[in-house]
């Protein structure tokens, strides 16, 4: 059965304090910050511990900081998550927060489970720079970029949903990973991205492995390398396609960065090898990229690259124009690749009683936001089509 709890539905920005926020500086920062208020380098390290290990947000609970020094940290600074306005659980055990920023804005984080283990979906962008049609959450405009605490805060917000502070050792968490394939597309917002996953990485706090990461990327070729060599983390790439003229529809940016270039890029990913293969995703759409010649076709593309397939059956939404490829073109397309050499599970749908599933981020909460909205002007206008007292002085409040 799926649970929801909502909290701080009201529409607008939630109210800040006005200090600075604690969360998403590097260790450079964290220590500027410290010192301009007269206290030496060593006591940024000890909030680091806080910060990220214990997961504290209350300088009152750092007892490893004298009481007069923590009074006076919580004058200046403070260790804020963003709100949650809804969080949901599906039957499947998929959790997912919707995320509400100090503008408004709002953004989506799942947490996908194993038997033991999990991974955490981050979103980098309010909608997404890309048109991808094959995805609902590509039919939302980009609104902006997230800031390097928005993204390190939705790993955050996970952690205290599941009581995970402080940070556990690596073979006891539940939330083992983090997959950057929320919504946007990450390399689009490169410093901010990198910038929160070196805070993650840090061995003194979150201290999650760069072999535990995935950064997903639709093909934004000149970025691919210098990912590569700065964060060492592994990749994912949204294909979808095996020739540039169905690619240039599925995936529009491939009209900038062509198949050709996207493959060389790949073939030159730092790090990548047999044991650190590339991941393809590639959704499965009915009578569009599912023959048996795309399957063989897909192999000559990806020739000598280490490699391995994550097929994705398409999850629909109102108005999709594609379906979801049978089962049986999905088995044959999964044994060619097999007989390839290369390992091509197809994902299990995870959260789609949530809207959680691949592609279908924020659009729930899209609509429902759109529906709010609606509501609020309908009681502003009187059904006779003329404005009311009211309309003058409140429709233009947000």
């Not at 529409?11 to 920062?29: D, I």
């Not at 994550?310 to 073109?329: D, K, V």
Request: proline letters at 5%.
């Amino acid at each position: 059965m799926t649970t929801e709890s909502t909290q701080n539905a009201q529409m607008g920005a939630p109210e800040t304090s006005g200090k600075t926020n604690l969360v998403g500086l590097s260790r450079e920062e964290l220590a500027r910050e410290i010192a301009a208020v007269g206290e030496k380098p060593f006591r940024a390290k000890q909030l680091w511990h806080w910060i990220y290990h214990q997961g504290e947000t209350d300088f009152a609970q750092m007892t490893t900081l004298a009481k007069p020094l923590r009074e006076k940290l919580d004058e200046v600074f403070e260790v804020r998550r963003p709100n949650v306005s809804r969080e949901q659980t599906s039957e499947d055990r998929t959790r997912k927060w919707l995320v509400k920023f100090d503008d408004g804005n709002e953004a989506e984080t799942v947490y996908i489970p194993e038997d033991d283990r999990g991974a955490i979906c981050i979103s980098s962008q309010v909608g997404c720079t890309l048109t991808c049609t094959f995805c609902h959450t590509g039919t939302q405009k980009l609104v902006r970029n997230l800031t390097s605490d928005e993204i390190v805060s939705q790993f955050m917000v996970a952690r205290d949903s599941y009581g995970e502070w402080p940070t556990p050792r690596d073979g006891g968490r539940m939330i083992s990973n983090i997959v950057m394939m929320g919504m946007g597309e990450p390399l689009f917002n490169y410093d901010n991205v990198a910038k929160a996953l070196r805070i993650i990485m840090d061995g003194e706090g979150i201290a999650l492995s760069k072999r535990r990461i995935t950064l997903s990327t639709s093909g934004v070729v000149p970025m691919m390398e210098k990912c590569g060599e700065d964060l060492g983390v592994n990749l994912a790439v949204s294909l979808h396609a095996v020739t540039d003229e169905l690619r240039d529809i599925l995936v529009p940016i491939n009209k900038k960065y062509p198949l050709k270039e996207l493959i060389r890029a790949c073939r030159s990913y730092p790090g990548a090898n047999n044991a650190r293969r590339i991941t393809f995703e590639y959704v499965m759409l009915k009578g569009v990229n599912d023959t048996e010649a795309d399957a063989r076709q897909l192999l000559r593309l990806v020739k000598g690259i280490p490699a391995k397939f994550n097929l994705i059956p398409f999850n629909a939404w109102p108005g999709a124009p594609y379906e979801c490829s049978t089962p049986e073109a999905m088995d044959k397309f999964v044994r060619i690749l097999n007989d390839g050499g290369f390992s091509s599970p197809i994902r299990q749908p995870r959260g789609r009683d949530i809207m959680a599933a691949c592609g279908q981020l924020k659009s729930a909460s899209e609509r429902e936001r759109i529906r709010r909205m609606t509501q609020r002007i309908e009681q502003l206008v009187p059904d006779d089509g003329e404005a009311g007292p009211a309309a003058g002085t409140t429709a233009g409040n947000g």
